[in-house]
C-alpha cells in the first residue's frame, strides 16, 4: 500500500477520552481500495483530498467491515477516541451514526491550516481544546465503567461489570444502546477483537484473548473482519488498514 502513517499516544491528563491520534497519507499517486475494521472507537477526522479543502467528520463505533476508497492525495489526521468523550467532550448521542460518518463544523476546535502542518501542531491543538473541558462532572460509575472495559480488552461480562460499578446490566444497556447505538456485550466483543490484531499480524492465529475455544476465535474474527484469520493476517496489498497501522503504533 505504501501508506504514509504515524501516530502518538496521549499523555496521561486526557487519555479518559482519547486512545490515539493519527497522520494518514496517501501518496501513491493512485486510489487504494481499503477495508476499516471494527475498532471500538469513535474518530474525528479532518481530511484533505485533491480538491484542496480541509472537511471535518465524525465517525460513529463500527460493528462491521467497512470498505473505503483512499484518494490519491489524501491526507487525514483523526483522533480515535474513547466512548467517555461521547457524552462530556461531544455532548451527543453517535447511535445515529453507526458504521458511517457525518459531517460536523469546525466552530469548537478552530483547525487552522498551521495545525494541518505536522501530527505534532495538530496534536498540541486538540489537547488544548480537550483540556478545556471540565473533568470535574464526569460520573464515576461510568469513569470506572470504562476503565474496566478497556483494561480489560473487552474480556469481561456484563455481569462483573454491573457487579463493580453498582450499575445494573438493564441500565447499562439502555446506556449504551442509546449513547452508542449498540449493546456492551457488543462493545466489548469489538475490543476484544481489536485486541486480537497484533497477534494476528504477526501470524499467531490462536486465541490469545478470553475465546472459548479456537473455533469460536475465528467465529469472531469472521464475524468483524469479514475474513479468516488467516487470511487477515496475510493483509495482502495491506488491504486491512488496521493491521497496517497497528505496526506504526507507540
Known sequence: MNLSIQSLLPD?????????FWLLENKTGKDIPSTVLPNGMMDLMVIKTNSGNWEM????????????????DTVMFSIGFKLLAVEYLFGDSIKDVLNEGKSI????????????????????KAVKKIKTIPTESIDNRKKNLFDLI?????????????????????????????QFGISLKTYCNILRFRASFKHISEGKLFPEQNFTD?????????????VTPKELSKNKDERFIDLAVIKKHP
Not at 465517525?59 to 462491521?64: H, K, L, V, Y
Not at 463544523?105 to 498540541?124: I, K, P, R, Y
Not at 478497556?150 to 446490566?169: A, R
Open 214 to 226: 479456537q473455533n469460536h476465535f475465528i467465529k469472531e474474527i469472521k464475524k468483524y473482519a469479514g
Open 150 to 178: 478497556y483494561v480489560s480488552d473487552g474480556s469481561i461480562t456484563v455481569k462483573e461489570l454491573s457487579e463493580q460499578v453498582y450499575w445494573s446490566s438493564r441500565q447499562i444497556n439502555r446506556y449504551f444502546n442509546q
Open 12 to 20: 496521561d491528563s486526557i487519555s479518559h477520552f482519547v486512545h490515539s
Open 57 to 72: 467528520f465524525l465517525r460513529g463505533i463500527d460493528n462491521m467491515p467497512s470498505q473505503v476508497i483512499l484518494t490519491a
Open 105 to 124: 463544523s469546525n466552530d469548537f476546535w478552530q483547525f487552522e491550516a498551521t495545525d494541518m502542518t505536522s501530527l505534532e501542531n495538530f496534536c498540541n
